[in-house]
């Protein structure tokens, strides 16, 4: 299947300051990737959906000024977590649509995940 | 909205057991529904998938059957193994956007 991969896997960072976590698709063109954010033993909450060369698309109740969404290029989306409180800390996975799916079927491939945590 | 439901955790089996974690969903017309699985520390990863109704997906020997007329797509295995202690998402497809019910930890004893 299609490979989609972040980074950083993890990183602690100190309140007060920026974090960028990268998402690539290794083997395909994602012209659509999405972020999701997940807490301990819950659900994935859809943050937004980034499209390449335009703004990104936000969910209803999330800070578009807060996690900024960049998708310069056909292969990476990037999340930067501005100002970072403790209760960013989470666990953000991005996802996008191999070449055969996608919006015809919907199945995503998803990263491994980047787990913040903010001190 | 569209909405998928599952059935809460956490559930504890014994190794062999059977296995059945209920999801229904909302939503208008018919999306294609999923079971994604996460792993200890690890992202999700596609488990089976059904894209329209009466249609089985299968894979590792856990199987689901798209249930229209009781918007329903719960997932069965005859007999689970240790590894498979994980958490299970069941979702659906909206528009390209995957919409997750809220997760069922499952933990296997030996």
């Known amino acids: 299947g299609a490979v989609v991969s972040q980074h950083p896997s993890w990183v602690i960072c100190k309140s007060g300051t920026s974090v960028k976590i990268e998402c690539r698709s290794l083997d395909f063109q994602a012209t659509t990737m999405f972020w999701y954010r997940q807490f301990p033993k819950q659900s994935l909450m859809l943050m937004a959906t980034?499209?390449?060369?335009?703004?990104?698309?936000?969910e209803q109740g999330v800070e578009k000024d807060k996690f900024l969404i960049n998708h310069a290029s056909l292969t990476l989306s990037t999340l930067t977590v501005t100002s970072a409180h403790p209760e960013d800390s989470s666990f953000y996975i991005c996802?996008?649509?191999?070449?055969?799916?996608?919006?015809?079927?919907?199945?995503?491939?998803f990263g491994e995940g980047s787990r913040l945590t903010v001190l | 909205g569209d909405s998928v439901t599952q059935m809460e955790g956490p559930v504890t089996l014994s190794e062999e057991a059977f296995l059945t974690i209920n999801c229904t969903y909302t939503a208008t017309g018919y999306p294609s529904l999923f079971w994604y699985v996460q792993y200890p520390g690890e992202g999700l990863q596609l488990l089976l998938k059904?894209?329209?109704?009466?249609d089985k997906g299968s894979n590792k020997g856990f199987e689901a059957t798209y249930r229209k007329e009781t918007t329903s797509f719960h997932l069965e295995k005859g007999s689970v193994q240790v590894s498979d202690s994980a958490v299970y998402f069941c979702?659906?497809?909206?528009?390209?956007?995957?919409?997750f019910g809220q997760g069922t930890e499952l933990s296997v004893k030996p």
């Open positions: 980034s499209n390449e060369g335009s703004k990104a698309t936000y």
């Open positions: 059904a894209t329209k109704a009466d």
């Open positions: 979702a659906l497809n909206q528009g390209g956007k995957l919409i």
């Open positions: 996802s996008a649509g191999g070449p055969t799916s996608g919006g015809r079927t919907g199945e995503l491939f």
